[in-house]
């Protein structure tokens, strides 16, 4: 005979109605800047200017992508994070996961006195200042190195891979595969790393997407435009929409304030387009990653 069903009170319901608004309400508010800005990359700049455009497109027109692929900056941005994005992420996942692999054994010698160490950094930093002259005596200014070295970890991703290796990988598994006369390196390679597929995925994802929004690096490091990332040419239109804006503003003839406005619009509406044509592989690649990413986050939620 099946089990009778739970019947839910008159609290739970009250309980699920409320979560029911609260997420509605929280799609609302995440996905209306995202219709609004796909949008207004397809609109007529001066219907999005005057607040006519609010939601769907008004105006139609493709010149914002046609001026994005047009653009050779924007490609070479383009190629500049991408190989920012790749290399930064190899480098962050060869520096992460051995350390928080080696944090994780008990027979770590001074894991204590590491782990210690780490977590100061968390709290503790030299500042800017600092950090550009470290980079600069080590000749690494206008290169890539620049972006990648100083983030090649994050503490906080350590511990997260640790807390997996902790309470996903046996240590029956590992104690067989020494008796079996496996090196720490092979059992690391052979057979913790098919194992971790989903810590892999998480921290691939975090530092992926990391790599793939910084800005602030390049603006500090890189004096060549060629070098720039994406964002920075995003940057550099944005602060080119707002100079156009302040000088026509500015006491200036009529048709110098024509071009001025035609030239603030059309930077605009390249950028509602260059936001989605650099949001876009991000969002392909996550639905890939999904199932591993929930599982990553949900490590060390459930005991037992």
Aim: charged letters at 10%; hydrophobic letters at 55%.
């Amino acid at each position: 005979m099946a089990a009778a069903a739970v019947k839910e009170t008159r609290a739970d319901k009250i309980f699920i109605v409320c979560n029911y608004i609260y997420l509605t309400i929280a799609l609302i508010l995440v996905l209306y800047p995202v219709l609004y800005i796909l949008s207004a990359s397809i609109s007529d700049p001066k219907y999005v200017a005057s607040g006519e455009m609010w939601l769907f497109p008004k105006g139609i027109t493709f010149e914002g992508y046609a001026r994005v692929f047009e653009n050779s900056k924007i490609w070479n941005g383009y190629a500049n994070t991408i190989l920012y994005t790749v290399v930064g992420t190899c480098v962050n996942l060869f520096v992460t996961l051995p350390a928080a692999y080696a944090l994780s054994r008990s027979d770590f010698i001074g894991r204590g006195f590491f782990m210690g160490m780490f977590l100061f950094t968390m709290f503790f930093g030299g500042g800017l200042v600092p950090g550009y002259l470290l980079i600069k005596e080590l000749g690494l200014i206008n290169s890539m190195w620049a972006l990648i070295l100083p983030g090649a970890a994050s503490v906080w991703n350590i511990i997260v891979a640790r807390t997996f290796f902790q309470s996903t990988i046996p240590k029956e598994l590992q104690e067989a595969a020494s008796i079996d006369g496996c090196t720490n390196l092979r059992l690391f390679l052979r057979i913790i790393l098919p194992l971790s597929a989903p810590i892999i995925a998480v921290m691939a994802l975090f530092y992926g997407v990391g790599h793939w929004n910084s800005y602030f690096g390049a603006l500090i490091y890189l004096n060549d435009e060629v070098k720039y990332p994406l964002q920075m040419i995003l940057r550099q239109i944005l602060v080119l929409q707002e100079m156009s804006a302040e000088t026509t503003g500015a006491a200036v003839s009529s048709s110098v304030a024509a071009a001025l406005n035609n030239k603030a619009e059309i930077a605009a509406l390249v950028k509602y387009s260059v936001i989605i044509v650099s949001t876009l592989p991000v969002i392909v690649v996550y639905p890939f990653l999904q199932r591993y990413f929930v599982q990553g986050v949900m490590i060390g939620s459930v005991k037992g």
